[in-house]
């Protein structure tokens, strides 16, 4: 499946970095999320726009910070992380809001050093 | 808050017995989607029940949207090893914007 793709795969980064993570779709949605996924734990969501505007912040802390240029865009930029921020990151596309099934990226595998 | 709860949380079947997982909401709700993550992988949606009482058959998979739409079952016949994986059922947010997700059941079968 390549409707949802996302960049890197994989990021191991110190406390102190800053990075960012990529997600593209390419399915003509207009609605994007952020979810984190810890080791034996429920999906957590973290974002979510619809049409290029945020609608929801899950009271996710101001190290994490989104940004949607664009319908098919969204990025996750991270910045002094703590080691409890590892996690896979999930992004995910539907058509629109909630009736609509959700598409998921293949994630991308954080780890903080 | 709107919680959605699944269980069991966890559970370990011999290849070819049936397998059960349950899904309960808080609220009521318009539609339940079901969704599998196998080992490794993404959560790939499976189905989603709109009508109260409606039920569904994917194969081997069977899905049931309660008459009261708070609940609903995912029901798999005779597993197979390719049915390994955390099986999630989610439902709309109150406010529409967002789906909440269950916790999961995870499911392992011995071969």
């Known amino acids: 499946e390549t409707g949802v793709t996302q960049t890197p795969r994989h990021l191991v980064m110190g406390m102190t970095n800053k990075k960012s993570l990529k997600c593209e779709q390419h399915l003509g949605h207009n609605a994007m999320y952020w979810y984190k996924q810890s080791a034996k734990k429920p999906l957590e969501l973290m974002f979510v726009y619809n049409f290029k505007e945020q609608t929801e912040n899950n009271s996710v802390p101001s190290r994490f910070s989104p940004e949607c240029p664009n319908s098919s865009h969204l990025f996750l930029h991270l910045h002094t992380l703590q080691p409890e921020d590892s996690a896979l990151y999930l992004c995910?596309?539907?058509?629109?809001?909630?009736?609509?099934?959700?598409?998921f990226g293949p994630g991308t595998r954080l780890t903080v050093t | 808050g709107q919680q959605v709860m699944q269980i069991p949380q966890y559970q370990h079947v011999q290849e070819g017995e049936d397998f059960t997982t349950y899904c309960n909401s808080s609220?009521?709700?318009?539609?339940i989607q079901w969704y599998k993550q196998r080992p490794g992988g993404h959560p790939v949606f499976l189905i989603q029940l709109v009508k109260s009482g409606e039920v569904k058959k994917q194969k081997r998979l069977t899905f049931q949207f309660g008459e009261a739409k708070k609940n609903s079952s995912l029901h798999i016949t005779a597993t197979q090893t390719t049915d390994v994986g955390t099986y999630f059922c989610?439902?709309?947010?109150?406010?529409?914007?967002?789906?909440?997700f269950g916790a999961g059941t995870i499911l392992r079968v011995k071969s």
């Open positions: 995910a596309s539907s058509q629109e809001h909630s009736f609509y099934e959700q598409y």
């Open positions: 989610a439902g709309p947010g109150q406010y529409g914007n967002k789906l909440v």
């Open positions: 609220t009521t709700l318009s539609n």
